[in-house]
């Protein structure tokens, strides 16, 4: 069993940063994916970054951004924590959303694991 916290949501103004974390617990086998995925109020869940990961590494050449945010947010794992993390700078309005941490495993399989997510509310 993998459990997965979120933290750092909170509230923020247009423009500004926050940094969203998601520690796991647990032992995960082989390669899979870690991700960022946010759900805005009345909207489907979306993808907003993924990193594919093992054990001991992660694969920075692997990460993926939705269009939205690319150029804006940047997805990174601390492999000795197993700890994933969300930079978020230049933040929008619609960006305000819950963030939930996910696990792909095997990788090309549905979200195996989640968190609860974290809230962002991006306001002036």
């Known amino acids: 069993q993998v459990l997965l916290v979120e933290s750092g949501g909170g509230l923020v103004q247009p423009g500004g940063s926050l940094t969203l974390s998601c520690a796991a617990s647990g032992r995960l086998f082989g390669i899979y994916v870690m991700g960022w995925y946010r759900q805005a109020p009345g909207k489907e869940r979306e993808m907003v970054a993924h990193?594919?990961?093992?054990?001991?590494?992660?694969?920075?050449?692997?990460?993926t951004y939705v269009d939205s945010v690319k150029g804006r947010f940047t997805i990174s794992r601390d492999s000795a924590k197993n700890t994933l993390y969300l930079e978020m700078n230049s933040l929008k309005l619609e960006d305000t959303a819950v963030y939930y941490c996910?696990?792909?495993?095997?990788?090309?399989?549905?979200?195996?694991?989640w968190g609860r997510g974290t809230q962002v509310i991006v306001s002036s």
């Open positions: 990193v594919l990961c093992d054990d001991t590494a992660s694969y920075p050449d692997s990460r």
């Open positions: 996910g696990v792909n495993s095997p990788p090309s399989g549905p979200t195996t694991y």
